[in-house]
Nanobody, 128 residues
């Protein structure tokens, strides 16, 4: 299973960026998809998850109100809209799929072990 994250880049503090994750259609329509990030020297952090069954979403406290996860099944895509970006948002961002469930695992959606397929990551740098 191949997931592919894209859309990263350099953005100024306070700016916005939208990341995209290409997910094979048979995975996207049946499974929960999440976004993670990993900053240098830090553990990978779960950010947001979207369920396939009812499109419900879960967010980490660090990004609630600033980041929005969404999906477009017709385009085989999951997005992460990031607003009001801060320098501490600088990291490599990954998308991941939980192929065992249609709903985001709750409350443990932020745990890496809940996901069995990962994309290769896209770099986001927030700097002036």
């Amino acid at each position: 299973v191949q997931l592919q994250a894209s859309g990263g880049g350099l953005v100024q503090p306070g700016g916005s960026l939208r990341l995209s994750c290409t997910v094979p259609g048979d995975i996207l329509i049946r499974n929960a998809i999440a976004w993670f990030r990993q900053a240098p020297g830090k553990e990978r952090e779960g950010l947001a998850c979207i369920s396939s069954s009812d499109l419900s979403t879960l967010y980490a406290r660090s990004v609630v109100g600033r980041f929005t996860i969404s999906r477009d099944n017709a385009k085989d895509m999951v997005y992460l809209q990031m607003d009001d970006l801060k320098p501490e948002d600088t990291a490599v961002y990954y998308c991941a799929a939980n192929t065992q469930a249609t709903m985001c695992p709750s409350p443990q959606f932020e745990r890496m072990g809940e996901y069995d397929y990962w994309g290769q990551g896209t770099q986001v740098t927030v700097s002036s």
